[in-house]
């Protein structure tokens, strides 16, 4: 059953414990500090980004190798997204956004392996994302803006009555964009891993049927094909919307007055 | 909806170096520059690549996220003040205005992204009841 089961992939399981944080003295309660398969993945993911532009820029060639142009492309890429929804002034937060992308990016991809799980299919990771690029976008607008962050709330050009309902609401929307932003990164790549899995495993059961059941797996087979190369593109595409988003409302963050 | 097109040009200003430069620098320096809006255009052009299922799962969350966070609050709200459904109600109604407001600001964003339409395939205006371009 574990072989066709859609939701077994997500599976969290231990690799190896930290130990318990704040139990009592007959070891109940506390929060256990364990090193998961979803920790795993983060690490390799954190570690192939950082072993790679660390290995492929060493050469630092003013004629770049293939390898620093891979690099150097996706420097660029995230660069101009971030200058031209941020302006030049976001690019003080290019590192963070080029970390945001290049960690969505790789863990999806690592996900797209068999028998590797999809580190964003969880919520708590989106959510995590997410939060940390609210507290950026508040923490830095606060900061720089003071009380003028505040203008984010306020339209200008708007009666002083509509401004009674208008603010709630601008208030409320910016409250969501957290949850919009973690819920689609996660929604995604669970969705996009279940509906794969699905048709792996009509696939898996039609063949068990005997002649017949392998003519109708082809497809079922097919699906799936059509399926992993959508889900390729739904990983790269799901980091980029992930970044250009964080980059608008890094932009929020510079210039509240809209 | 013609003027729209022609504004896409102008939309993102050159910026022009103040400091002194000489010689083959300069022109070159001028030329990179010049790559710069092409190339953030060309970025701009990939979030068009959007699947129509993208598309619409943007819009979808961006709607759901308000009402639910709304919610949440409005219920939060309650159990501090103990006025059970007021805030609740009062909150699901700002949060579905709130998602209204999500799902128009990422289509027009999506509209402002998305490339110029061909004046072959424009429906004529008097077939379009409104144009909010």
Redesign the interface.
């Known amino acids: 059953m574990a072989g066709t089961d859609p939701i077994s992939q997500f599976n969290i399981y231990e690799l190896f414990s930290f130990g318990t944080i704040g139990a009592d003295a007959e070891g109940a309660g506390g929060f256990e500090l364990a090193f998961t398969n979803s920790s795993l993945f983060m690490v390799l993911t954190v570690g192939l980004i950082a072993g790679y532009l660390i290995l492929s820029t060493r050469g630092r060639g003013l004629v770049p190798s293939r390898l620093q142009l891979v690099s150097e492309i996706t420097y ?2 995230i660069a ?2 971030v ?2 929804s941020a302006g ?1 002034e976001g690019m003080k937060f290019f590192p963070f956004v080029f970390s945001l992308f290049t960690f969505i990016l790789i863990s999806n991809m690592f996900g797209m392996f068999p028998y590797f799980i999809t580190v964003a299919s969880h919520l708590i990771i989106t959510v995590a994302l997410a939060l940390l690029v609210m507290t950026v976008v508040i923490v830095y607008g606060v900061m720089r803006n003071g009380f003028g962050f505040l203008k984010l709330f306020v339209p200008s050009g708007i009666p002083l009555p509509v401004l009674i ?1 208008v603010v ?3 208030v ?2 910016f ?3 957290p ?2 932003l973690s ?2 990164l996660f ?2 790549m669970l969705a996009g891993h279940i509906v794969l899995k699905v048709f792996a495993g009509f696939v898996v059961t039609l063949t068990s049927m005997g002649a017949f059941g392998i003519i109708g797996a082809v497809l079922p087979f097919g699906m799936t094909v059509a399926l992993t190369g ?1 889900e390729f ?2 990983s790269a ?2 980091a ?2 992930f970044t ?1 988003l964080t980059c ?1 409302y890094l932009n929020d963050a510079i210039h509240p007055g809209h | 909806m013609f003027s729209m097109a022609d504004s896409d040009k102008t939309k ?1 200003p050159e ?1 022009v170096s103040q400091r002194p430069e000489t010689g083959a620098l300069a022109s070159r320096i001028r030329r990179a520059k010049k790559q ?1 809006p092409a ?2 255009a ?3 052009m ?2 068009n ?3 129509g299922a ?1 598309r619409a ?2 819009m979808a ?2 709607f ?3 009402v ?3 919610t949440a ?1 409005g219920m939060a709200l309650d159990a501090i003040f103990g006025t059970r459904p007021i805030f609740m109600i009062v ?1 699901l109604l ?2 579905f ?3 209204v ?2 799902v128009t ?1 990422a289509a027009a ?1 999506m509209n402002a992204n998305a490339p110029k339409p061909d004046p072959d395939k424009l429906v004529p205006p008097d077939e379009l009841d409104d144009d909010d371009d």
Do not use: D, K
Request: net charge positive; hydrophobic share 50%; charged share 20%.
């Open positions: 660029e890429f101009n997204m200058r031209s030049n309902i709630p609401i601008e409320l929307s409250l969501s964009r949850l919009s819920l689609r929604g995604n959508l593109l739904v595409l799901q980029f919307v250009i608008v | 993102r910026r710069r190339l953030a060309a970025s701009a990939r979030q690549e959007l699947t993208g799962f943007r969350s961006e759901v996220a308000a639910i966070v709304a609050l909150l700002l949060g205005a709130a998602g407001l999500n600001r964003e």
